[in-house]
């Protein structure tokens, strides 16, 4: 409750209640790591691919956004009850 204030006596309750709480599902725990994991790879790798002259960066980020939307949009599918919705990343 101490953190509810800053140094001005404002009151940042509101912000502490849109926090979600991580933990309390493992299996958004794991979803999140998956994520993070195909994240790091695929940047990686469309990285190395601009760094040795393969492609320009402009098609990294292009790859890297579908890439990543793929990525999601299957970690979407694959929960129970969510086969139809799909996350999108912001263009």
């Not at 990294?60 to 929960?79: C, F, P, T, V, Y």
Request: aromatic share 6%; hydrophobic share 30%.
């Amino acid at each position: 409750m101490a953190f509810n204030q800053d140094k001005e006596s404002h009151d940042l309750s509101a912000f502490y209640k849109l926090i979600k709480r991580v933990g309390t599902n493992p299996q958004d725990a794991t979803i999140t790591s998956n994520i993070f994991n195909n994240f790091y790879h695929v940047t990686e790798e469309e990285s190395k691919r601009v760094l040795e002259n393969k492609q320009t960066i402009d098609q990294a980020m292009e790859n890297i956004q579908s890439r990543l939307q793929e990525g999601l949009d299957k970690a979407k599918r694959s929960e129970p009850g969510n086969s139809h919705r799909d996350i999108h990343l912001p263009s």
